[in-house]
């Protein structure tokens, strides 16, 4: 019988899951990582881990499986926490929650659960796993997109290897969100009503602002905002004398200056923005609302235009450096001046818009076919063809 490790969240799809997999004759353990410590920033009526753990233990008591809890907290601070942190700093703005999937869920705990005896682990993601045999008689794994197109998680998971896929499952990934809801409310789990949790992987609500500010201390700074017909904004078209000048120019982001517009407002600290956020500038008497367009972490200016169709905000080219390209299909990987088709989001629950991977020297340009708002550096574009994800970087 193959055993199987299931990170039991405390919420209604892992619990799912664990229940799915005994019923397919696995032998399931359920075990639950507790990857926080310091509840002074979270909001703790939303999210407490404690509540998640009583949960978690309830629904493997219910379904017969073993339970334990494991405490990753000094793995989580390391190379999550502290990574936020240092991206913040400079002014990117990165994405926790698929990082912790990378380094976290399906590393540490992958890890433990091999050293537990198990074959595989699973979570309850909202995606799929496709096998390909080879002419060579070896397998090539697909992370293919959830069943429920609403809820796909896919995403989240645009950083996971081939080893890694290779000892994972997905039993929900077939399922729509009230097909799970159902068949836990059938099976009588705890978790069959509760509500998604909202926030950082496994921390819970958090305050973003205050959990910055344990480290990244506030500086008070002025708000500038740029006309839309500012200089920078109504470049002209230009001739180029190959493609990939042309990627770079439609790569580039327009430099500010103070100068170049009004100072309307002070902020605590640039680096608590980021591009496209419209909440938290506390700016009034504008006709449409602010939109940051930009931050200057050095200088410690932000930079904001008015209404979401401000030009500031949008670009078609992104561009990832070899350093920060991942496969998860090493065998379509592309080689030097090679192109490829594919469709693309820059964030979760973002709609896929087509777009053309260009490798050139020193890293690869996303070029999409319509303009990308809030194109932002330090999170993830993850690219598909058909319904498998095959590769993500991190936008530079």
Not at 20 to 28: A, D, N, R, S, T
Not at 170 to 196: C, M, S, Y
Not at 362 to 381: H, K, M, P
Request: glycine letters at 8%; one cysteine or more; hydrophobic letters at 35%.
């Amino acid at each position: 019988m193959k055993k199987v490790v299931v990170g039991l969240s405390g919420g209604v799809d892992s619990s799912v899951a664990a229940y799915l997999l005994k019923k397919q004759g696995y032998e399931v353990i359920g075990l639950f990582m507790k990857n926080w410590h310091d509840d002074s920033v979270t909001i703790s009526e939303e999210c407490p881990w404690l509540e998640d753990s009583n949960d978690a233990l309830i629904v493997a008591e219910k379904l017969g499986i073993p339970f334990q809890t494991v405490d990753l907290s000094v793995e989580y601070k390391e190379r999550i926490v502290d990574y936020m942190f240092r991206e913040y700093e400079m002014g990117r703005t990165p994405n926790p929650d698929v990082l912790c999937n990378r380094e976290i869920k399906f590393d540490v705990f992958l890890k433990i659960a091999l050293q537990l005896g198990a074959d595989y682990v699973a979570t309850g993601h909202y995606c799929r796993k496709g096998v390909l045999t080879n002419t060579d008689g070896t397998k090539t794994y697909q992370l293919l997109s959830g069943a429920d197109g609403n809820k796909d998680q896919s995403y989240f998971l645009c950083q996971l290897s081939q080893e890694q896929l290779s000892k994972t499952l997905f039993p929900i990934g077939e399922l729509n969100k009230p097909e799970v809801r159902q068949i836990a409310t059938e099976q009588g789990l705890i978790t069959a009503d509760k509500k998604d949790s909202q926030g950082l992987c496994f921390i819970g609500k958090v305050r973003l602002p205050e959990f910055l500010q344990q480290k990244l201390k506030p500086k008070k700074g002025i708000i500038v905002e740029i006309p839309t017909e500012a200089p920078q904004l109504n470049r002209v078209k230009e001739t180029f004398k190959s493609k990939t000048e042309e990627l770079a120019y439609t790569s580039s982001k327009p430099v500010y200056k103070v100068g170049d517009g009004k100072v309307v407002g002070e902020h605590q600290g640039a680096h608590y923005f980021t591009k496209g956020q419209r909440k938290g500038l506390n700016v009034g008497g504008t006709k449409e609302p602010l939109f940051v367009i930009e931050t200057d972490v050095v200088a410690n200016v932000i930079y904001t235009g008015q209404g979401k169709n401000h030009p500031g905000l949008y670009r078609k080219t992104l561009f990832v450096t070899d350093e920060e390209l991942h496969w998860i299909r090493p065998d379509m990987a592309l080689q030097l001046d090679e192109t490829m088709s594919v469709m693309a989001r820059i964030r979760y629950r973002q709609a896929l818009e087509k777009a053309t991977l260009y490798k050139v020297n020193g890293g690869l340009y996303v070029d999409f076919e319509a303009n990308q708002s809030a194109i932002t550096e330090g999170q993830f574009v993850a690219w598909y063809v058909d319904n498998e994800l095959i590769g993500s970087g991190v936008i530079s």
